[in-house]
């Protein structure tokens, strides 16, 4: 049975858990994903990034250490649409490039994806009088722009490589 959601520390609590869901997801897709990229500049981002996500799962723990509760028990099913999305690009039979383009766009879907709920959640923490948590998802948020705007410089890399 679900939880009652009364208040919007009852909301928040629950985004995090989605958020965590979200980030364990993706500590199991981003091997994959770094296997699939073709370009090792691509590789390489996948798997700094699965470092950076394996950060953030621990920066959603000690908010919720600091609450005394479990981030565990819900199932972000966005991230599964996204990770499900991505794996059918890896299933193509594409051509290098096109695989490199295909797998960027995905992980930049996941990346909006999480700065919006990262976003909505750090806002909320401020709202609701969680410094710390505040500062913690902050510091996610951010890893997670920069990650964004990395996928974009490669991308931009890869076509003017193309064009020449
Ligand atoms: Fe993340």
Redesign the pocket.
């Known amino acids: 049975m679900a939880a009652k959601m009364q208040t919007l520390e009852d909301l928040y609590m629950d985004l995090l858990k989605d ?1 965590y869901s ?2 364990k997801q ?1 500590v199991k897709a981003l091997p994959k994903m770094a296997k699939a990229a073709q370009a090792s500049d691509l590789q390489r981002a996948f798997q700094e ?1 699965l470092k ?2 394996e950060g ?1 799962v621990e920066r959603i723990e000690r908010i919720f250490s600091d609450l005394d509760g479990s981030p565990r028990g819900k199932k972000c099913v966005g991230m599964e649409g996204l990770i499900e999305e991505g794996s059918e690009i890896m299933q193509e039979d594409a051509e290098p490039e096109v695989m490199d383009a295909g797998l960027i766009a995905a992980a930049q879907k ?2 909006h994806y ?1 700065i919006a709920g ?1 976003g909505t959640a750090r806002a909320w923490a401020e709202q609701l009088g969680h410094r710390d948590a505040a500062r913690l998802l902050q510091q ?1 948020l951010e ?2 722009s920069m ?1 964004n705007e990395k996928l974009t410089r490669i991308a931009e890399s890869h076509v003017n490589m193309e064009a020449r």
């Open positions: 958020l979200a980030e993706l990034h950076q996500t953030q996941v990346e999480e990262y996610t890893e997670e990650a």
